[in-house]
């Protein structure tokens, strides 16, 4: 057993290496930083791709260091293989029994012996006995929620904001996608339209082509018209002024006479 000044040592000791360490190291938090979750992620994969998934990495001499799985116990510091392989042979009760007969054991034989100090010690020990099997649920349970705290500040939310934003992203492009698809029929729909309109300018073109034509064939034929008649009208008149020019005064009373004989024997026959 160790005396009390050996223990006052030691506790000094270990105050004095506490403080120096509290005095070299500063305080670090891991929320008080300034990157953005795409640096981190970006920095998470650097570091990623070097030292653990990087090909040149000697992974049979330096394998990647994982976690291990520690096996169940019981009383804390005992596996529980031990009471599997007693179990056959003892029963249930068979390792408590052996544990409790081995320290009687040790006490008999005084490999372990017994003064003032050991009242003590089974105080000591009864009370840190008692604290674990009365807090540890208690405490297991705070801690796990401030490790669960932790991680979903530190990793799962931001993965979650992350997720969020690419799925958003995602979507927002496959909405553009979709939106780009429906832009050919808007472009075929415009294109009808803007054929429908060169086919109305088209049409009100050959109207109008056709309007104009029509009136320079109108007035060709005006004009041929004006013409033919002034020439009829011309001919006429020429042909009347030279028959009247031909006829002598004899022949206009002998015309006249015979319209007068003409008319008497129509008004005779009546």
């Not at 305080?27 to 650097?46: I, M």
């Not at 472009?187 to 300018?201: F, H, M, P, S, T």
Request: overall charge neutral.
């Amino acid at each position: 057993m160790l005396s009390r000044v050996a223990l006052r040592a030691v506790a000094q000791a270990g105050k004095g290496h506490a403080t120096a360490s509290v005095a070299v190291v500063p305080q670090r938090n891991f929320n008080d930083h300034t990157r953005s979750l795409d640096e981190r992620l970006k920095l998470f994969k650097e570091v990623t791709e070097t030292y653990y998934t990087n090909p040149e990495r000697d992974v049979k001499n330096f394998p990647v260091e994982t976690l291990p799985d520690l096996p169940p116990t019981r009383m804390i510091i005992f596996p529980d293989s031990w009471w599997a392989n007693l179990y056959p042979k003892m029963g249930t009760s068979g390792p408590y029994v052996l544990g409790l007969g081995g320290l009687l054991t040790l006490f008999g034989k005084e490999y372990i012996l017994m003064d003032h100090h050991m009242s003590e010690a089974y105080a000591f020990a009864a009370g840190t006995f008692f604290l674990w099997y009365k807090l540890r649920d208690y405490i297991v349970k705070d801690t796990m929620t401030t490790i669960k705290e932790t991680n979903e500040a530190n990793w799962d939310a931001p993965k979650a904001v992350a997720k969020k934003q690419y799925a958003d992203a995602i979507q927002h492009m496959e909405t553009a996608i979709w939106q780009e698809d429906g832009q050919r029929y808007l472009y075929e729909a415009k294109r009808e339209g803007i054929d429908l309109q060169l086919e109305a300018i088209y049409r009100q073109r050959v109207a109008e082509a056709r309007s104009e034509i029509k009136k320079r064939l109108d007035y060709q034929l005006a004009k041929e018209t004006a013409v033919k008649n002034f020439e009829h009208n011309y001919m006429t008149r020429w042909i009347i002024d030279n028959v009247v020019k031909g006829i002598t005064p004899e022949q206009e009373k002998a015309s006249i006479a015979q319209c007068l004989g003409d008319l008497k024997a129509i008004a005779a026959r009546q």
